[in-house]
Antibody
Framework: QVQLVQSGAEVKKPGSSVKVSCKASGGTFRNYAISWVRQAPGQGLEWMGG????????NYAQKFQGRVTITADTSTSTTYMELSSLRSEDTAVYYC?????????????????????WGQGTLVTVSS | EIVLTQSPGTLSLSPGERATLSCRAS???????LAWYQQKPGQAPRLLIY???SRATGIPHRFSGSGSGTDFTLTISRLEPADFAVYYC?????????FGPGTTVDIK
């Protein structure tokens, strides 16, 4: 069974950067796309971007272009999301989630996909 | 980007009742590109439905999805205590994938 385990909570100053990790266990990492979705306190879900690790191809939401970098290390089945120039509005829980599409027993990584499973979430607090 | 709206914002029902949640898209999306999630406080979202009507692994049969074009529905046939939560729809037919604002199903 696939599990995504994220790094722990972070407290950051405005203007700094944060890097959150997401390690996959179980399943076949090469079949995955990993997306990052954030949720501000009491708010809804917002897709930030994602990566297909076997192709080292990332795609970002326009809102976060230039501020977010998503990378992957296939040797450790770990994906990273780095967000820079942090401001108070970036205070949120950040989730990683898998995108995988299977048909006739063959599975493919796909960023434009439903997300399952999700990591447990990482709270990032931006405060001076 | 495709904007999703969900209604109602809050649905107050009793256990055993039927819940009908709506998700409307700002433009037509193929029905195979619509998903539903359940989220409880302090937890990550859990996939319920993908492809508008396919239940994810382990999801009880009381959850069903339907719809096409711009209008989609999640139905919970008979609410159980564990079903009181927030529900989100998501489209993945057009980049970026987007989520609706959610419907809260709470106990009446």
């Amino acid at each position: 069974q696939v599990q995504l385990v994220q790094s722990g909570a972070e407290v950051k100053k405005p203007g700094s950067s944060v890097k959150v990790s997401c390690k996959a266990s179980g399943g076949t990492f090469r079949n995955y796309a990993i997306s990052w979705v954030r949720q501000a306190p009491g708010q809804g879900l917002e897709w930030m971007g994602g990566i297909i690790p076997i192709f080292d191809k990332s795609n970002y939401a326009q809102k976060f272009q230039g501020r977010v970098t998503i990378t992957a290390d296939t040797s450790t089945s770990t994906t990273y999301m780095e967000l820079s120039s942090l401001r108070s509005e970036d205070t949120a829980v950040y989730y990683c989630a898998r995108g995988e599409y299977c048909i006739s027993g063959v599975c493919y990584p796909r960023l434009l996909n439903w997300f399952d499973p999700w990591g447990q979430g990482t709270l990032v607090t931006v405060s001076s | 980007e495709i904007v999703l709206t969900q209604s109602p914002g809050t649905l107050s029902l009793s256990p055993g009742e039927r819940a009908t949640l709506s998700c409307r898209a700002s433009q037509s999306i193929s029905s195979i590109y619509l998903a539903w999630y359940q989220q409880k406080p302090g937890q990550a979202p859990r996939l319920l439905i993908y492809g508008a009507s396919s239940r994810a692994t382990g999801i009880p049969h009381r959850f069903s999805g339907s719809g096409s074009g711009t209008d989609f529905t999640l139905t919970i046939s008979r609410l159980e205590p564990a079903d009181f939560a927030v529900y989100y729809c998501q489209q993945y037919g057009s980049s970026p994938p987007t989520f609706g604002p959610g419907t809260t199903v709470d106990i009446k």
